[in-house]
């Protein structure tokens, strides 16, 4: 089920405000593909530009084409409401339902698109789900009860089980360790690896280390200058990427003399 | 990751038809559309049903000589009983606001502000009942002592009312009315007062009121200044409180505010009227009540700009 | 935080132990540079000592022939000069005017809540004898529409009625505008002018309400009087609207933009994300709000005079005839009070006074339950 993403010539505005430009990149099936680079330079954008979650935001746009499976995401007659099915979304503070017990907000994604089920249609979608995300050991004696009582690691897991419950083709992260302590970030990082063998992953993390650790392939971006446009610097292996950067900016980058 | 719903992998397509969003977006945008017809539909029924007053005559309009002069006397007791309650307000609302944010401990200030909020539900007619059967009596002594004392101010130049059921016990009764309103927003913006300026300011050895004046009020200004017009709001369109505590003959224009002859409103002349089966008279009734739509109007308006101009400047 | 002038051993050692200084009190004791007068302290019984002497102040003028009034008017006084010019004496200038304005203050506090809590006890004791199951159960008519000796139970049917037509009106259009102006319309020119507008109609006088009911109704019906429920429901809906669209507003904006995302990143359409995540995420405070909304409008009178008439029977029907409300009844039966049977209606009115102020009161005591105990745990 897992889908690869053709990027080309992808621009993203707020209103007038050109906020990135010219991404061109090709994301690969079954892969784990890293975004890093300094604050505002515009990886969260065009990770949220990869299932139309930035349009969410008055006044944003996308130029360009982003194809996943032969279908151009923005093409007119498509439904963004549809690409968000078929592209899930974890973000950096989690955000579990909080009127929802664990096992309501597994099935979330189900329930609230009304999709009718039975009851052990649910309840294997919830353990397969929460198997998943690795979290089923830890809740499965107390599904009923909210998630918001979860620690921050538990919950983050939680949404990605949430988001893994509607089978989605890709996983997209925006950063979703930052809000949590060392030992949930393992837990998580370890989840991505299995995770990746089911799907097309994409992360942005501002953790180097964590680019190197998880990803297959790494993206870096960078602004041209203060106040220009953010662009795709770099779109290389991991391995690569970290030993031998094509360009002289990434390896400033990732030897940390700036950002 | 196909077993358990097959439709999902079916349903490759990303096109298709969801009228749910649009409905959903039109019932609200109705819903607010609505306002607006409500609004207009206020203006426009009471304009219509209130025009045929301009050309009313004494008979119906108390013996003045046409709609106008009822009116412009009827407003001018409105804005003086408004603002004899107001000058009521003004301190002690400040005062009630600042013992409840900063003099009272913290276990009596809580209750205290939850009997405030519950005060200010308190229905206008029952302030009313109060007006009459215990404010009343206990003033009668004060009105006596006002015209012996102060009776050089024009206000007060009597002769005292026998019964107290005067524009002045009107007016206390319409400050108490809004007075649980104007506290609680006052102690709102009293507690909104950054606690780095007061620390800062106590840090310099000011006293408590010092950092009061130096912190609190100044920070606060455009917050008090709202409150106190959002409660002339509510004593220029009061109703109830003076509609029941005035005793009234004709519709005059006095500063008296002591005597049996009094100014009236044009709220408690409203309701005063309500038994009113005559159309010509229900028309005045009518233009009355479009007179004092504006009249809030004009107030909430002012106020409305103050705040925001408070909120812009931060 | 110590000002003494001379930082040597001895005084630093008093000035950290000896003299307390209570930062959120905002006592700050000790003299500071260039303040003139005493150095001291004013005991701590020193309010209650001026107080007693302010009592017997008055005591002794109050014996003296003078007024109650004016006796604790001028012991009053006497407190108030006295206690700063007590402290001018001991401590300096600045303590002494913080302590006047500290009792002008409290008596700002005093001048409140004396008639607020007077009228509280006056409604209980007046209104607490009338009450008796007859009181609620019965109506007005025969004899008793004469003596006054029957019940309300027409004017709480009505009370009910009314509110009830008023919030069926008020409650979706206030929730749907409020959805509107946050979920959609934000930031519009649209927007601005609802909002605005909304604000106008905050601040329109109940008894213009009452007219507005009138005129439509006159209009609609060609009746030259209108007597109608309906009417009643209509005029008070129109004061509620503008409570209800202010309380969802602030409730949905409460809800964190991140359960919106993500709603949306699993592929929820906004209506769907609207309906089963924020407005049950805020339903809390949209019941708190709502309930205020109608407490407010159950106690309104001024609306209602000209619009539903007065009633002695209980009418169910809100298209057709007059209906009583407990505050209209309250008000109508004013003129009563005097003559042969003017303390029964006394009593009626007084009992009708204290069951709409516990049914308010009540409102309002459970809307705020329901908004502490049921508010979601959202960090």
Redesign the interface.
């Known amino acids: 089920m897992a889908k690869s993403i053709d990027v080309s010539d992808v621009n993203i505005y707020y209103g007038d405000f050109l906020a990135v430009e010219g991404v061109n990149m090709t994301i690969r099936a079954k892969s784990v593909t890293a975004f890093i680079g300094p604050s505002g330079c515009g990886k969260s954008t065009v990770l949220r530009s990869l299932n139309r979650m930035h349009e969410v935001i008055p006044g944003a746009r996308v130029e360009g084409k982003i194809v996943v499976d032969g279908q151009d995401l923005y093409a007119p007659e498509v439904d963004p409401v549809a690409v968000r099915r078929q592209v899930g979304m974890v973000f950096q503070r989690p955000n579990p339902f909080p009127t929802m017990s664990i096992y309501e907000n597994v099935i979330s994604g189900l329930r609230l698109n009304s999709k009718r089920m039975n009851k052990s249609t649910a309840d294997g979608v919830v353990e397969k789900s929460l198997r998943g995300a690795n979290l089923w050991n830890e809740v499965k004696d107390r599904l009923n009860k909210p998630g918001a009582g979860l620690s921050g690691g538990q919950q983050q897991r939680l949404c990605i089980a949430r988001a893994i419950a509607v089978q989605p083709d890709v996983l997209l992260m925006d950063e979703p360790c930052s809000a949590l302590d060392p030992i949930s970030t393992s837990a998580i990082e370890d989840l991505i690896h299995e995770l990746k063998s089911d799907y097309t992953i994409v992360i942005v993390t501002h953790n180097m280390q964590q680019a190197a650790r998880v990803s297959d392939e790494t993206g870096f971006f960078n602004l041209k200058a203060t106040g220009e446009p953010g662009r795709l610097v770099e779109f290389n292996p991991t391995k690569k990427m970290f030993s031998n950067p094509d360009e002289s900016a990434t390896e400033a980058y990732i030897s940390g003399r700036f950002g | 990751m196909t077993a358990t719903l097959d439709e999902k992998s079916t349903d490759s397509s990303l096109s298709g038809k969801r009228p749910g969003d649009a409905i959903f977006r039109g019932t609200t945008l109705a819903a607010s559309l609505l306002v607006i017809v409500f609004l207009a539909g206020v203006a426009i029924f009471l304009a219509v049903k209130g025009a045929p007053a301009l050309d009313a005559g004494p008979e119906n309009l108390r013996d003045k000589a046409n709609v106008f002069a009822l009116v412009g006397a009827l407003l001018f007791g409105t804005v003086l009983a408004a603002a004899i309650a107001m000058i009521i307000v003004a301190p002690l609302s400040i005062g009630l606001g600042l013992v409840i944010s900063h003099y009272a401990p913290r276990r009596l200030a809580k209750p205290v502000g939850f009997l405030v909020d519950l005060l200010a539900a308190v229905p206008s007619v029952v302030f009313g009942l109060w007006g009459i059967f215990v404010l009343a009596p206990r003033m009668q002594p004060v009105h006596e002592f006002l015209v012996d004392w102060f009776g050089w101010i024009p206000l007060f130049a009597g002769p005292a009312s026998g019964t107290a059921r005067t524009l002045l016990t009107a007016s206390i009764v319409l400050a108490l009315m809004a007075l649980p309103i104007v506290t609680a927003i006052m102690r709102e913006v009293f507690s909104q007062t950054p606690r780095a300026h007061q620390e800062a300011a106590l840090a310099l050895g000011a006293t408590r009121w010092e950092m009061i004046r130096m912190t609190v009020l100044p920070y606060g200004r455009s917050g008090m200044v709202a409150a106190l017009l959002l409660g002339l709001g509510r004593a220029l369109g009061e109703t109830m409180a003076v509609a029941m505590v005035l005793s009234t003959t004709g519709v005059i224009t006095s500063w008296n505010i002591v005597s049996s002859q009094n100014s009236n409103t044009v709220a408690a002349f409203i309701a005063q009227g309500y038994k009113e089966a005559s159309p010509i008279r229900v028309a005045v009734l009518i233009f009355a009540g479009l007179a004092l739509f504006a009249l809030t109007f004009l107030v909430n308006f002012l106020g409305r700009a103050i705040a925001t101009r408070g909120t812009v400047k931060g | 935080?110590s000002?003494h002038d001379d930082l040597s051993g001895p005084d630093l050692a008093t000035s950290s132990s000896g003299v307390p200084v209570d930062?959120l009190?905002?006592?700050?004791v000790g003299p500071?540079p260039g303040d003139t007068g005493g150095q001291g302290r004013l005991p701590r019984m020193a309010a209650a000592l001026i107080g007693v002497g302010a009592v017997a102040v008055a005591g002794l003028l109050w014996l003296l022939g003078l007024?109650l009034?004016?006796a604790v008017l001028l012991g009053y006084v006497a407190f108030l000069v006295a206690f700063p010019v007590w402290s001018l004496a001991v401590e300096n200038r600045?303590?002494a005017?913080?302590r006047l304005?500290?009792v002008?203050?409290?008596?700002?506090?005093a001048?409140?809540?004396i008639?607020?809590g007077?009228?509280?006890w006056?409604?209980v004791r007046?209104g607490a004898p009338a009450i008796s199951v007859g009181f609620l159960t019965d109506d007005l008519s025969g004899r008793a529409l004469i003596e006054g000796t029957g019940g309300i139970a027409m004017a709480l049917a009505g009370t009910v009625l009314v509110t009830v037509i008023a919030a069926i009106i008020a409650i979706?259009?206030g929730v749907?505008?409020a959805?509107?102006?946050v979920?959609?319309?934000?930031?519009s020119r649209?927007a601005t002018?609802?909002t605005f507008?909304?604000?106008?109609?905050?601040?329109?006088?109940?008894?213009?309400?009452g007219?507005?009911a009138?005129?439509?109704f006159?209009?609609v019906l060609g009746a030259?009087?209108p007597r109608l429920a309906v009417g009643g429901g209509v005029a008070l809906a129109?004061l509620m609207?503008p409570t209800v669209?202010r309380a969802v507003e602030e409730m949905l904006k409460l809800v964190?933009d991140?359960?919106?995302?993500?709603?949306?990143?699993?592929?929820?359409?906004?209506?769907?994300?609207?309906?089963?995540?924020v407005l049950?995420?805020a339903?809390a405070g949209i019941v708190t709000g709502v309930t205020?909304a109608i407490?407010?409008v159950?106690?309104?009178?001024?609306p209602l005079?000209?619009i539903v008439g007065t009633a002695y029977t209980t009418n169910w029907n809100p298209f057709d005839g007059a209906v009583s409300t407990l505050?209209t009844f309250?008000?109508g039966s004013?003129n009563r009070t005097g003559g042969q049977y003017g303390a029964a209606w006394t009593d009626a009115?007084?009992g009708a006074?204290l069951v709409?102020?516990v049914i308010?009161?009540a409102?309002?005591?459970v809307a705020?339950v329901i908004g502490s105990v049921f508010a979601?745990?959202?960090?």
């Open positions: 935080m000002d930062v009190d905002g006592d700050i500071r007024g009034l004016p600045r303590k005017t913080d304005v500290t002008l203050v409290w008596t700002a506090f001048l409140a809540m008639p607020l007077s009228l509280i006056t409604v007046r979706p259009i749907l505008t959805v509107w102006l979920e959609y319309g934000k930031g649209l002018v609802i507008l909304v604000d106008v109609m905050t601040g329109i006088p109940s008894i213009v309400a007219l507005f009138f005129a439509f006159q209009v030259p009087l129109l609207i669209v964190p991140d359960l919106r995302e993500a709603s949306y990143a699993l592929g929820v359409p906004k209506w769907r994300t609207i309906v089963k995540v049950p995420t339903v205020l407490a407010r159950a106690g309104e009178t001024a005079l000209l505050p309250i008000y004013l009115v007084w006074a709409l102020i308010v009161m409102l309002n005591v705020r979601p745990k959202t960090k």
